[in-house]
């Protein structure tokens, strides 16, 4: 029997990276999971990995930037399986890395869509399924920029700030419900999204830097993915407004010495290669 025998899960973003992560975590654990991403080959390739190792798993080719598409895939979950206990926000983009005035309009507005609105709309569907049944778990994943500014980034990084305000706004309204309201930063994860970086021109080298700091403190998605498991379990029961990081105590200082260590020992380097690409801005 494992932590989530019997629970019903949706992450967004599920079809690759640290949502396919989540996801597979929560089917080991006992869960049925709703899969959702845009690429509808990725998406039937994960929920193949899933099922051939005997989970059971459903999913929608979808943009969760659309609330009907949010809708559909809660109306599956029950069609499937029945009913629904958790639901994860994973799904996220970013924009080009560099000044605010240098990122096209519609990067900015994309990631707006999919990081605020997909966030509100899964919110939305979520919140109104839980608050009713009087039970339920939303988690919603924060990142870089949720608490301070980050410049050349600003597109991403305001759009964490405003998901973490808006999750933590919800618990308190939300705290004698029955249902739990959870923020969730996992930290650097060594996902497409790092490994696959758009650039303003003439800012190539300026970005060059992140490649250091991902061997610094870059993580696969199997570490956070275990942190979002232990979120959906009985152990936060009660706890509604919980925000935790993917990253341990103490994290910061090992990841230098371990990445001087394998350099000093020639160890193998198990972060993919990163690959910068300059962007023409479109008004």
Known sequence: MGILSGKVAIVTGSSRGLGFAIAEAYAREGASVVLA???ATTLDQALTALQKQGFAAVGLAVDTAVYAN???????????FGHLDIWVNNAGVSASYGPTLGVARQEFERVVQTNIL???????VAMEHFVR????KLINLFGRGDTQPVPFQSA???SKSWVRAFTLALAKEYQ?????????????VVTDLLTHVDVVPGYTEAARPLIIVMHFWGQFPEVPARKALWLASAATDGKTGL???GTRPGFLLWGVVHELLRRA???PDPIPEVIITETSKDK
């Open 37 to 39: 991403g845009r690429n």
């Open 70 to 80: 949010q809708q559909a895939l809660h109306d599956l979950a029950l069609t499937k």
């Open 118 to 124: 997909g966030t509100y709309y899964g919110s939305m």
């Open 133 to 136: 049944q009087g039970s339920g």
């Open 156 to 158: 991403y990084g305001a």
């Open 176 to 188: 004698k419900s029955g249902v739990g309201v959870y923020g969730f930063n996992p930290g650097l």
């Open 243 to 245: 925000v935790i990081k």
């Open 265 to 267: 020992l020639h160890w």
